[in-house]
């Protein structure tokens, strides 16, 4: 079968590529096996937190030049200002366009955003139920917090989210209570409620009843000047209509957090594009796997010509240009060995770290970032990867796929995702593998 | 080798496959996939009083597995732990999972009197009877018989077929052989149209698809090593593709039997495709008929089990192909349906909860026609939609200029 474009992975980089193929008139695919770490992810959109040194950084914006300059390996450095920032005012668009509007500070500045631990973590771009804190913390506005425990429900721990909040000096001075709540629904159960996840809940809240008499009890234990923690448990796709009601109904300002996983917050996001994608002519291809691709000799580079997958083992498919977006070891973009990694579709050139000992800090909770959280595809400035040492030239690489920069440590694994794959489209629509 | 049997090892815990479980999503009382898939598992093989009932809850849709990332056959856990621990209580319901299940041998028994049968099946008294005896839910209307099968017609044409240079074999399955046999007369002429002559399986039973839905298992082996060993017959006489007009038919041929029910097909699998993807691939080879075009919309509805082998993109593809065809892909999502499921007292409700959102979208679509791959969700979308639904082979057999 054949396209202009195949992209392997439905993550946030493979959606956005994936998206704006069909913006620019190609007939696109997108090969996914089974879901993304957006199932496990805020649901916010991080650019960058923190510099590879781990410099705290305010407006990403402003210190960008300067960051590129002294980071030149970063795939921030490669794309550039202008497009990092075209690519996140586009996502922008592109989602709220499909129900879901994200929103940053005017000024550009980061925002902290509480953490399902009670600490707060900085990002960028967030969803319309997150509260976003300064980063100059001590021109807060809060005057109380109240956490909402949810009876029975074991994936979030408001006690924990207090004690920590309380730890935080900018907080001293104002109240911070955790407050247990029921949920009537669960009464009438023939199952344990401690078994029940978060999205277990949110089918139990998706009634108009239930809401109403949960709101009921939420207008009892706050009022609209505090802010509200609540677990996200609302919505199985449409969690946005919830939380209107909710709010609606209470007039009270909630602040989500994501739970253990799935992340219902993280799940809108690849709901909306994954819809978008397919609305708009997409051709998905969900639960499969990419399992190699035939490479050809061009000149002195090389060319993927197919690939085949767990359900196309014998007709291949090809395309003029493809885009690799298969994330990291969580997603099975990376295989580690005991003593090796690998990327395993097309074994392509990683920067590895020799020695087994070191990819990782002695603690897991370390300070410093482990080291193989930067271990990725390395490639040229057109994000072009190589396979022993030749650069494959109709191939793109994006995402957390990527060498070069650390997701967590440096808080801008959404940015790069985003911002890589939209600049992979424009160097394919560059590539001569495309004439149109 | 029986992947079920380990894979929950796999399992990370992120609940992810319950997310998109349709039944979860409709029952608030049913566990979801994780628990009663991998986790179940686990504790199953300590004692089987960990068995719990709702597991036949499942529609055995595959949904869960599409979605988990780590690659655990989770429906096929549940189908396995359903066929080795369900307790069979001797009780109206069973027979009526017995008739719901032997399509092949109610369709023997039906077609000759079709009529006659359909008539009662429809009236509003039997079907109050067989609510409250065997619990068919009164809602639903069975299928109709054909009045004649397809392999009683085909054998006049057997002859004529031969002259074509080059030949596939058709698993025709129950339901083209016994409820629609034009479906399968679609198919001859269309592959006639490309030059390409039909033959059938010297004998075949059912897929054994209903059989393990409703925890069966014994006669579903059954009929797979049957299926099998004529389908080796086949590949070795004629050397033949063997083609499905049914997604839920070539799904169950190739992975029902290795992954569910144990049974060896790896001699034959490779051979056996669902009919759209030899159509595409024809089609790209140069190997089209001859369309005219069809100036009609069309919604199409993509059925698990299609989904599940990761297929669906040959049928849009060639939907797509058909000229001045306007194709709507709908939302992927089941039809609460599920072969057998929907059809059962006490699963209705669930059903149509599954499919509601479905069915609101294609009534407010102004398609003329839905399309899809699956005998049952067919039934489930005209029965409550009111649009007529088809089959992808139906409608390219409309375009046909001779
Ligand atoms: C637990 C966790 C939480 C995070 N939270 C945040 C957050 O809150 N905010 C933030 O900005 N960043 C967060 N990140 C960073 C995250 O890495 C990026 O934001 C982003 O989600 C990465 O997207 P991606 O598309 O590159 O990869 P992924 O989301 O990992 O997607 C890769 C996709 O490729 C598929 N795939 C892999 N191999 C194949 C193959 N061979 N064939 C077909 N498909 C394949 C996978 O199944 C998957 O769908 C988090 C990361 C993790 C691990
Ligand atoms: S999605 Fe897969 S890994 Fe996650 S809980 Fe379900 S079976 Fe386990
Ligand atoms: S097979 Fe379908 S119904 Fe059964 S657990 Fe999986 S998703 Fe749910
Ligand atoms: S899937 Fe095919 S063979 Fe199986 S029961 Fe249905 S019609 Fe019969």
Known sequence: MKFDSIIIGGGIAGYTAGLRCLEAGLKTAIISNGQSALHFSSGSIDLLSHTPTGKIIRNPEAVFEKFAREFPEHPYSKVGKEIVFESLDWYKKILASAGIPLTHQENGDNHFRITPLGTLKSTWMSQPYIYQLPVRLEEHQVQRIIVVQIDNFRDFNSKMVSDNLSQIPEFKDIKIKNVSVSIDGFSGLKRNPCELRSIDIARILSDDHEISLFAEKLKKIASPDDILILPAITGNGDGLAVLNKLHQLTGLTIHEVPTMPPSLLGIRLEEAMSRLFINNGGALLKGDQVTKGDMAEDGDTLRLKSIYTRNFKEMPLTAANFILASGSFFSKGFKAHYNQIKEPVFDLDLNTIEERKSWHQEQFFSQKSHPFLSIGIKTNTAFNPMHKGVVVNNLFCTGSSLAGYDPIAQGCGSGVAISTGYYSVNQMLNNSGVNR | MNIAQNSFEKCIKCTICTVYCPVAKANP??????????????????????????????????????????????????????????????????????????????????????????????????????????????????????????????????????????????????????????????????????????????????????????????????????????????????????????????????????????????????????????????????????????????????????????????????????????????????????????????????????????????????????????????????????????????????????
């Not at chain 2, 068995?51 to 549940?78: F, H, M, W």
């Not at chain 2, 082996?221 to 017959?233: D, G, L, P, Q, S």
Request: charged share 25%; hydrophobic share 35%; with cysteine.
């Open chain 2, 29 to 402: 009382h049913y566990p979801g996939p994780k628990e009663c898939g991998p986790d179940g598992a686990r504790l199953r093989i300590k004692s089987l009083d960990y068995y719990d009932q709702a597991l036949k809850l499942c529609t055995n849709c595959k949904r869960c597995e599409t979605a988990c990332p780590s690659n655990v056959n989770v429906g096929d856990i549940i189908a396995v732990a359903r066929g080795k621990f369900e307790k069979k209580v001797i009780n109206p319901k069973l027979m009526r999972d017995f008739i719901l299940s032997r399509t092949d041998l109610f369709g023997t028994l039906s077609t000759p009197f079709a009529p006659v049968v359909n008539k009662i099946t429809d009236s509003q008294i039997i079907k109050t009877v067989m609510h409250k005896t065997i619990g068919i839910d009164k809602h639903k209307a069975l299928p109709k018989y054909s009045q004649g099968t397809f392999r009683n017609w085909f054998k006049k044409n057997a002859p004529d077929q031969e002259q074509y240079p080059r030949q596939i074999s058709y698993f025709h399955g129950c339901y083209v052989n016994y409820n629609d046999p034009d479906l399968g007369k679609d198919l001859l002429k269309v592959l006639n149209a490309m030059n390409i002559g039909l033959k059938l399986l010297n004998k075949e039973k059912c897929c054994g698809v209903p059989l393990i839905a409703n925890g069966f298992h014994d006669k579903a082996r059954k009929n797979a090593h049957f299926n099998v060993k004529n389908m080796t017959e086949a590949v070795e006489k004629f050397n033949t593709p063997i083609l499905s007009t049914s997604s839920t038919c070539s799904f169950t041929l190739k992975q029902e039997y290795p992954h569910v029910l144990d049974v060896d097909n790896s001699q034959v699998v490779d051979k056996i495709e669902y009919i759209t993807s030899f159509l595409l691939r024809e089609f790209m080879n140069g190997n089209a008929p001859k369309l005219k075009e069809i100036n009609k919309t069309i919604v199409y509805h993509t059925p698990c089990h299609l989904e599940r082998s990761g297929l669906a993109i040959f049928t849009i593809e060639l939907l797509r192909a058909v000229p001045g065809l306007k194709v709507i892909v709908l939302d992927s999502e089941c039809c609460g349906l599920a072969g057998t499921y929907g059809f059962k007292k006490e699963n209705y409700d669930v059903s149509m909860k599954i499919g509601k959102h479905l069915f609101e979208t294609i009534k407010n679509s102004d398609a003329d026609y839905a399309i899809t791959d699956c005998e049952t969700c067919k039934w489930q979308i005209e029965e409550n939609t009111n649009l007529k639904t088809i089959h992808p082979i139906n409608l390219i057999a409309q375009g046909l200029t001779a």
